[in-house]
């Protein structure tokens, strides 16, 4: 058994296992690890990856069961099952015909730092800087005008105002004619 804490795996499991006889020849081997060292806890970091996965995962899903309930409310004739089929996503946003933001998903706050309440009511130009360029905003403001779905990558800041490159998905939402836009929202490096 190697005696240094900084190098020991489980051991919690491995002294539990232990008699009281056996537990008092082991603990006095027992170094304290390193002042500053961490010891590897390998299962409590594939333990806490997939935490944040599951998490993530529950949080997508609450985001589309809110944007089902809106879409019922609104009538939108969009099948909605297959506006998130094999989407990969972060934020969810929602914008009116004046490009004015109507609900954002909790991903929105991760993402930009933004709360909800802050975003409502403003346009996503609200997350634009210098380094968001001319020529993808009027690809944007061009494309909406067709009401056909699209994707491009913008440069966006948060609100501690460092720059991201952010992948939107833009889709029309319709009763008899386009009422709103569903904003599919991710980082890409």
């Not at 539990?16 to 020849?25: A, F």
């Not at 027992?30 to 333990?47: R, V």
């Not at 990856?49 to 009538?75: C, D, G, M, P, W």
Request: aromatic share 10%; net charge positive; proline share 4%.
């Amino acid at each position: 058994m190697k005696k240094e804490m900084d190098q020991m795996m489980c051991l919690d499991i491995y002294l539990s296992s232990l008699t009281e006889e056996e537990n008092k020849k082991v603990a006095p081997r027992i170094k304290p690890a390193k002042k500053g060292a961490m010891a590897p806890l390998l299962s409590w970091d594939m333990h806490i990856n997939n935490f944040y996965n599951l998490s993530l995962q529950s949080k997508k899903e609450t985001a589309v069961r809110e944007f089902e309930k809106i879409a019922k409310k609104l009538h939108w004739k969009n099948d909605i099952s297959a506006l998130f089929e094999n989407q990969e996503f972060e934020a969810l946003v929602i914008t009116d015909l004046k490009k004015k933001i109507v609900w954002v998903s909790d991903g929105f706050s991760d993402m930009t730092g933004y709360s909800k309440k802050f975003a409502i009511n403003q346009t996503p130009a609200f997350l634009q800087g210098k380094e968001t360029t001319p020529a993808v905003k009027s690809n944007i403001n061009t494309k909406l005008k067709t009401n056909k779905p699209f994707t491009e990558i913008i440069t966006n800041y948060r609100k501690d105002k460092s720059p991201y490159k952010c992948e939107i998905k833009i889709i029309p939402l319709y009763t008899a004619e386009t009422t709103h836009y569903l904003a599919l929202e991710r980082q890409v490096v």
